[in-house]
């Protein structure tokens, strides 16, 4: 075959926007956590545990839940976010599909960042919606519930930004469960302090504004941040695979 | 069985019209695609494999041979980009991948030895979403491409539902839509039925004839005209 008469295959020179494509992983992310129903509810079911068994557990007493009850929705809501945490990249690392994701043209870190936002909605939304429930349940007044589902609100993006570092960087390893605790946890320690010291400041009627500031400045630098490390994170563990 | 067949045919088919609609394209481009250079690749204390060189031209189908353990998948992750442990030069159309990773990657198609689809998923579903991000497609061509692939009724059917060789069918048919001048293939015969080999086999063929580059791993006794082979394990590997 003569090969100047061959049709010949261009270059492709344009792509897919970056919008387009996150949206694509977003929602693909979506379906199939709607296609497996039980995962989903895990997280939300430990949460709900947690905060109930600590009244039967500890102490019953209005007095007590009333000051300890933040600090237990916050503590559960944090251990349910990481309890999820090993699902994030683990089942696409599995069937290749990360691959084919590190290979889309589009930078990696947005491509990341969809998926940890698709996380977020799965995980950690629900957690804030459930918590005015339980914030009654714990004898919570009416303005701390306020407060507490707003920092949660803040807070859980944070956790779900930060957890896909450690998750993107254990997720070669065969016990990565346990590293994926040690490396986060410190990493979450800030957030549980300035989430709880906002509803403790609400309870005692003193201004939130400057507490509620700090954690969205957590969630400035953890969105801005965290996606690249991510995606460095989720690099090597490919290439060592 | 017969009807199996004419399935088949119809991806020749499908790929025969694609080629005829595809519009001519100026001048002949003879530039390598990928050049590699003196790679060498070490795993652990090992020695994959070293001074390695060769070119990639449009137009042409490469084998990548040797036994197990020998590093065929490691050099095509390695020509992907997916795999970081390597020294030596490799050159995307002359320039360094690195700077120009979104014109690389636009370009290439790589089909792993997991084939990236979604147990979860239907096979349309699958598809969608790993064409959405390079070049969206309507979703009767999906449709055709899956049917061309011989997964015709099973469109809408879960992948968990299918067998092994169906769903590494739903990857494949991804090579009947794609665009990209280079493919690199890892194991693509694995799981798939004679028939479906030989469909294979045809279809490389005519992308080289149309002008595109495929790089395979494969122990498939592959044999094309005019195609080339990197052979990996040679004795020297063996001492190290």
């Known amino acids: 075959m003569n090969a100047e008469t061959r049709p010949l295959i261009k270059p492709l020179s344009s792509g897919v926007g970056n919008m387009a494509s996150m949206k694509a992983v977003f929602s693909r992310d979506m379906k199939v956590a709607f296609r497996q129903r039980q995962d989903l509810l895990n997280p939300l079911l430990f949460f709900v545990m947690v905060v109930t068994l600590f009244p039967l557990g500890v102490s019953p007493e209005v007095s007590f839940l009333r000051e300890a009850g933040a600090g237990i929705l916050w503590v559960a809501a944090l251990l349910s976010v990481l309890l999820s945490l090993d699902h994030l990249f683990r089942h696409d690392f599995d069937d290749g599909t990360l691959e084919q994701l590190v290979l889309q043209p589009q930078p990696l870190f947005l491509l990341v960042l969809a998926k940890t936002l698709a996380h977020w909605t799965l995980t950690g939304l629900p957690l804030v919606l459930l918590a005015p429930v339980l914030g009654v349940m714990v004898h919570l007044e009416g303005n701390s519930i306020a407060v507490l589902c707003l920092t949660l609100l803040i807070g859980t993006p944070v956790l779900s930004l930060i957890g896909s570092i450690g998750a993107a960087l254990t997720l070669g390893l065969r016990s990565a469960g346990v590293l994926l605790s040690l490396l986060i946890i410190p990493l979450y320690i800030p957030v549980l302090i300035f989430g709880t010291g906002t509803v403790a400041a609400a309870t005692e009627g003193a201004p939130v504004a400057a507490y509620l500031a700090l954690l969205g400045a957590f969630l400035v630098l953890a969105i801005t941040l965290a996606p690249f490390a991510a995606s460095a994170a989720l690099r090597i563990s490919l290439s060592n695979s | ?240």
């Not at chain 2, 067949?5 to 991806?11: A, D, N």
């Not at chain 2, 792993?112 to 497609?137: C, D, F, W, Y």
């Not at chain 2, 992948?159 to 048919?173: I, T």
């Not at chain 2, 592959?222 to 082979?229: E, V, Y």
Request: charged share 25%; aromatic share 4%; net charge neutral.
């Open chain 2, 1 to 240: 069985m017969n009807n199996v067949c004419t399935r088949r045919v119809s991806l020749e088919c499908t790929r025969c019209r694609m080629s005829v609609h595809r519009p001519g394209y100026g001048a002949l481009m003879s530039e390598p695609l990928l050049q590699a250079a003196n790679l060498q690749c070490e795993r652990g204390e090992r020695i994959l494999f070293r001074d390695l060189s060769f070119s990639i031209l449009p137009g042409t189908v490469t084998r990548v041979e040797g036994a197990n353990g020998t590093g065929k998948t490691t050099l095509l992750r390695i020509l992907a980009g997916l795999n970081d442990a390597w020294s030596g030069e490799l050159l995307w159309r002359g320039q360094s991948r690195v700077i120009h990773r979104e014109e690389f990657l636009r370009n290439m198609l790589y089909l792993g030895h997991r084939p990236g689809i979604k147990a979860l998923l239907t096979p349309m579903e699958n598809l969608r979403a790993l064409t959405a991000s390079r070049r969206p497609v309507a979703d009767t061509v999906l449709h055709q491409a899956l049917a061309g692939t011989g997964l015709d009724g099973f469109q809408e059917v879960p992948c968990r539902k299918l067998s092994a060789g169906q769903q590494r069918r739903v990857a494949l048919a991804r090579l009947l839509i794609a665009d990209e001048p280079l493919w690199l293939l890892d194991e693509v015969f694995t799981a798939i039925d004679a028939d479906g080999v030989r469909a294979i086999e045809t279809l490389l063929q005519h992308r080289a004839e149309e002008g595109g580059a495929v790089v395979v791993t494969t122990h498939h006794d592959l044999q094309l005209p005019g195609m080339q082979r990197i052979v990996l394990g040679g004795e020297s590997d063996d001492e190290c």
